[in-house]
């Protein structure tokens, strides 16, 4: 269902049915500056997290599932992901506060299901920043391998560092150009990709699907047969989950977004955009350019060098236009690194304004920038070089199994935020049709996000128990999140005590008011600014 608009008018029964006051919740705290305007959170929305999931990441699960296997394991996550955003969408664009689905887990659900989040979704998004800046010095390889990692780590993380050290407007700005060329980018690859499969590239070779038909449609992983080739195609959720990762940024940006409630519904209304044509268009488009056996899709030889849209151009004897994509996959990781530190800021903003957190990363510019939050998620790039030792692939494949476990539950928490707003709305007989957004397929989409992301964490790395193949840094990698997580929520819960609100009890008053009070000045001033 698309976005739609709402009068001040049709959310007055939900409003007045009490009183409260919002001290506790996430707007009394909001000194956050509201810099980010309409067309910076429709582009942040659509690509200001495309990155290397897409671009790189596709290696190992074009290596491991082959073309058929890869896109069928990218189009189940993305209905994940679809389910979850459009669920997110609908309460942030009804509540759009600071923090995003980190504050309404802990109004709609319970204290300690925020905590337990907010820290997971802290790490998930601090994690993803060293992997950014690993895939980044691992595309550099195409050009030259004579100079140390270390260098272009450096380079990335100062220029990242620097823009998120500026206000929210100037962040938007950026990622609103970086996202440009990453949709262009896109765009290019996937209309080259259809040129060169049809024949069209110097060569003169029709590609068609000659790779569905060599080596196969499945590869065969770990074992041999059928067997073989469904365990390729499960190999492949985690890393699709580990690209798709980030779609709820629009709903943690809300409390930054001028005219939330309108702008936040739009964005989310577009998501389907960016799951069916980036992601699964793409990655359909990588299965017929380049042989699931290429040798060049290895990430774990520090010589790989390129993504498979690279790999496969090359392959069509085109000459300039890899250097050319290469390029913009290399603005994509800078981009995605942009937002990584952005965005793991205001989780621990977030996690400071509910008491989750010292109270010092709440700390602010005079223009409510949180800067000393900035300071701390921006430490995290540091282990980036580790790739030194290691290898950017190796680092690549351990950080991306660390962040997309840990994503897994951020999609398994907020699919269960919403079927406790959803339930509370129906006990308490508030109308969902008067809503700014409306998810479809409530609430069944929740139940099976839930069901999913369930299915994916539990056997996300089962390849580590097969007889002959355990390794120890791919098993923590992949399964440290569990314990972390529960030990978060059951620690906290023991500990403070804290309890589930009835559904009659949930709050669907406090706040709103506010948010729509503050829509209405900014329109002021925009007309204001007309005349």
């Known amino acids: 269902m698309s976005a739609k608009e709402n009068t001040k008018d049709d959310v007055v029964d939900v409003e007045e049915n009490t009183s409260k006051d919002s001290s506790d919740n996430g ?20 690509g200001g997290v495309i990155g290397v999931g897409l671009f790189i990441g596709t290696a190992n699960a074009l290596r491991r599932g082959g073309p058929l296997g890869t896109l069928l394991g990218y189009s189940v996550i993305g209905t994940l992901i679809f389910a979850v955003t459009t669920a997110l969408g609908e309460m942030a664009a009804f509540l759009p506060l600071p923090g995003g689905h980190l504050t309404l887990a802990k109004r709609f659900f319970d204290p300690s299901l925020s905590f337990a989040l907010g820290w997971n979704y802290f790490y998930t998004w601090a994690m993803i920043l060293p992997a950014e800046l690993s895939a980044a010095s691992l595309l550099v390889h195409y050009w030259t391998t004579s100079v140390n990692d270390a260098v272009w780590i450096s380079i990335f993380l100062v220029v990242v560092i620097g823009i998120n050290f500026m206000s929210s407007g100037v962040y938007g700005e950026f990622e609103f150009w970086f996202a440009s060329i990453k949709i262009i980018a896109i765009t290019v690859l996937i209309i080259t990709g259809i040129i060169i499969t049809c024949g069209g590239g110097p060569n003169h070779e029709a590609i068609g699907f000659k790779y569905w038909s060599n080596p196969g449609p499945f590869a065969e992983y770990i074992a ?18 580990f690209s798709f990762i980030g779609t709820e ?24 955009i960016r799951i069916c044509f980036f992601y699964i268009l793409g990655v359909f488009i990588i299965g017929l350019l380049v042989a699931s056996n290429d040798p060049a899709l290895n990430l774990g030889d520090s010589t790989a060098a390129s993504s498979p849209f690279v790999i496969g151009i090359k392959r069509a004897g085109i000459s300039v236009l890899p250097d050319i ?33 010292p109270k010092i990363f709440m700390t602010r510019s005079k223009s409510g920038h949180p800067y000393i939050a900035v300071a701390v998620a921006s430490a995290f790039g540091f282990l980036a070089y580790m790739t030194i030792d290691s290898g950017a692939g190796t680092v690549f494949n351990w950080l991306s199994n660390l962040t997309s476990v840990a994503g897994l539950f951020s999609l398994l928490c907020i699919a269960l935020t919403y079927l406790r707003f959803y339930y509370g709305m129906k006990k308490q007989g508030i109308d969902r049709s008067k809503l700014p957004y409306i998810a479809p397929l409530q609430p069944y989409a929740s139940y099976y996000a839930i069901v999913l992301s369930i299915l994916v964490i539990i056997f996300s790395n089962w390849t580590v128990f097969t007889t002959g193949r355990w390794d120890t840094a791919s098993f923590v990698t992949n399964y440290l999140p569990v314990p972390v997580f529960l030990i978060l929520y059951f620690g906290h819960k023991f500990t403070v005590g804290t309890k589930m609100v009835p559904l009659e009890e949930l709050d669907y008053v406090s706040d709103v008011r506010d948010v729509m009070d503050l829509e209405e000045d900014e329109e002021e001033e925009n007309k204001e600014k007309i005349f």
């Open 27 to 46: 707007l009394a705290a909001d000194a956050l500056h509201r810099g980010l305007k309409n067309r910076h959170i429709a582009m942040i929305s659509i």
């Open 224 to 241: 041999t047969g059928t067997w073989g080739q469904f365990l390729g195609f499960w190999a492949v959720l985690i890393q699709a989950t």
């Open 249 to 272: 940024i629009v709903a943690v940006a809300a409390g930054e977004t001028k005219n939330p409630r309108k702008n936040v519904a739009k964005a989310i209304s577009n998501v389907y």
């Open 325 to 357: 994509i290469n390029a913009c996959i290399l603005t994509s990781a800078w981009s995605a690194a942009n937002s990584d530190v952005y965005t793991s800021s205001r989780a621990l903003y977030a996690l400071a304004a509910a008491g989750n957190a």
